[in-house]
């Protein structure tokens, strides 16, 4: 299946990212919920489409806040949030939902860790009471300090392992 993410598209609506997907010969498409507005309406444009919802990205993406994506600085309203943002993108039937990590800021790493680690896993419970696959993001080291704690498979492996959570996915 190939997909494009509306990150690619980001001055554009979900309706015309929709056309644009589907003109180019796109399978499915990458929901970012922050370019939705009414789910039923936008439900139906998505079938009309032809299209399917690959893999979706809430408004609030990150655990930790992030310098790229803005949201609540509160991690317990961010973490809200994402949770919140799995139900409602669950009703697109995705093949994932992502989540980042943030980075730690003026956090110590340790405990940063923690706070992302107790995050995962409350948002994975959601994702599994919503029925919908959760994959965590690493990003490149070099938005280390702008968007995330992990920037490779394996450091998103061992902070998935440290949390408990074998059945979420790595996206990449």
């Not at 940063?112 to 896993?121: K, S």
Request: glycine share 10%; hydrophobic share 45%; aromatic share 2%.
């Amino acid at each position: 299946m190939l997909s494009l993410s509306e990150i690619s598209t980001v001055a554009a609506s979900f309706r015309d990212d929709l056309r644009a997907y589907a003109a180019a010969g796109f399978d499915g498409i990458g929901i970012w919920e922050s370019k939705l507005g009414d789910d039923e309406a936008d439900l139906a444009a998505l079938r009309q489409s032809g299209l399917r919802a690959t893999n979706c990205v809430p408004r609030v993406p990150s655990i930790l806040p992030n310098a790229v994506i803005h949201g609540p600085l509160d991690v317990e309203e961010r973490i809200e949030a994402i949770c919140g943002g799995i139900g409602r993108l669950a009703r697109y039937d995705p093949e994932s939902v992502l989540v980042l990590t943030g980075p730690a800021g003026e956090l110590a790493e340790a405990e940063a860790r923690g706070i992302v680690t107790e995050g995962l896993r409350r948002i994975a419970a959601a994702a599994g009471t919503a029925g919908v696959r959760l994959g965590l993001e690493p990003i490149h080291s070099s938005q280390r300090d702008a968007l995330t704690l992990v920037t490779s498979i394996p450091e998103a492996l061992d902070l998935l392992t440290e949390a408990g959570l074998p059945d979420v996915g790595i996206m990449v």
